[in-house]
């Protein structure tokens, strides 16, 4: 079953790519570089939910391929949830990790230890060309810490540290980080429903 993630984030597509191969083997995963370009679909919805059926449906309709996307970001608890659907452009347009880990870190200055915690969510959606849709959630919950550690993952990964770990998501392999990740979560059970 070839199937599309509409994303153009290497990341997420490698990332994706593993979860979905150990779950879901009989899915040939392709990205976006893989099928005739179109111009990205805008993230105008208030919800994850809302953002990742916007990008899954346009891609079924442009390419005639079912078409898995997500969206996902980081809930702070002292922020009331923020940056939340934003995550990606907390600082601004240009999606730039180092500017929005920077803001987060500048926003939460003054927020003691104990009250930095939060969760990355992910919602995963899947619409086939028959109009068929479908949408799961994953959470990972932990805190956000004063500085950046570790060089692997992407986004916030540098600055969150997962519940029941000592080091952040930047810090861990690749399959660790899978083993618990909202995304990892998210697509597991997609995964198993396709």
């Known amino acids: ?4 993630l509409a994303t153009r984030n290497q990341g997420k597509v490698d990332e994706l790519r593993q979860i979905l191969a150990e779950a879901a083997p009989h899915v040939e995963l392709v990205g976006l570089d893989a099928v005739e370009s179109y111009p990205d679909t805008p993230e105008t919805e208030l919800t994850f939910a809302g953002n990742a059926l916007l990008k899954a449906r346009d891609g079924a309709r442009r390419t005639g391929l079912a078409t898995i996307a ?3 970001g980081l809930a702070v608890d002292a922020l009331n949830g923020m940056p939340g659907v934003l995550s990606a ?3 601004g347009r240009a999606k730039d990790d ?3 880990n920077a803001l987060l870190l500048d926003q939460l200055a003054d927020v003691p230890d104990g009250l930095r915690g939060g969760k990355f969510v992910c919602a995963a959606a899947m619409v ?3 109009g068929r849709e479908l949408v799961v959630h994953g959470e990972m919950p932990g805190t956000v810490g004063r ?3 570790g060089e692997g993952g992407f986004g916030y990964d540098p600055l969150f540290t997962p519940e029941g770990h000592d080091r952040t998501s930047a810090e861990l392999t690749a399959a660790e980080k899978n083993a618990i990740s909202h995304r990892g979560k998210a697509f597991r059970e997609l995964a198993a429903k396709i």
């Open 89 to 91: 452009r907390w600082a």
């Open 1 to 4: 079953m070839r199937v599309l």
């Open 70 to 72: 997500d969206d996902s």
């Open 147 to 149: 500085g950046p550690k």
């Open 98 to 100: 180092a500017a929005n």
């Open 128 to 130: 086939w060309p028959d």
